[in-house]
């Protein structure tokens, strides 16, 4: 079992930066592939990066490859999302997510999710 709780999030101007970390406990989080998604109101739940257990691997969307970056720490049992070069379209609650398979983590289909935070960009 794992819980996650996510961090970070609030308002920013277009252009701005903002990192969210994701905050695990519960057994053996070094075994779990992370990743993090977005929902904007009246959207679906949206993809938006992976890593590896390892922290070896990191996958992107593209719509936001150049601007986030996912990053892992074992040691504190987070992991982060660096958010540059925000757009008012990047506003939307954001979640992380663990699972020990990939497809099924990128699919959407992981096993534990956060609460999420809100991101608010402003133009």
């Known amino acids: 079992q794992v819980q996650l709780a996510e961090s970070g999030g609030g308002l920013v101007q277009a252009g701005g930066s903002l990192r969210l970390s994701c905050a695990a406990s519960?057994?053996?989080?070094?075994?779990?592939?992370m990743g993090w998604f977005r929902q904007a109101p009246g959207k679906e739940r949206e993809f938006l990066a992976s890593?590896?257990?390892?922290?070896?691997?990191?996958s992107y969307a593209v719509s936001v490859t150049g601007r986030f970056t996912i990053s892992k720490d074992n040691a504190k049992d987070t992991v982060y999302l660096q958010m540059n070069s925000l757009k008012p379209e990047d506003t939307a609650v954001y979640y992380c997510?663990?699972?020990?398979?990939?497809?099924?983590?990128?699919?959407?289909?992981?096993?534990?999710w956060g609460q999420g935070t809100q991101v608010t960009v402003s133009s």
């Open positions: 997510a663990a699972d020990r398979l990939m497809f099924r983590l990128e699919g959407g289909w992981g096993n534990y």
């Open positions: 519960g057994r053996a989080f070094n075994t779990y592939n």
């Open positions: 890593i590896t257990y390892t922290g070896g691997n990191t």
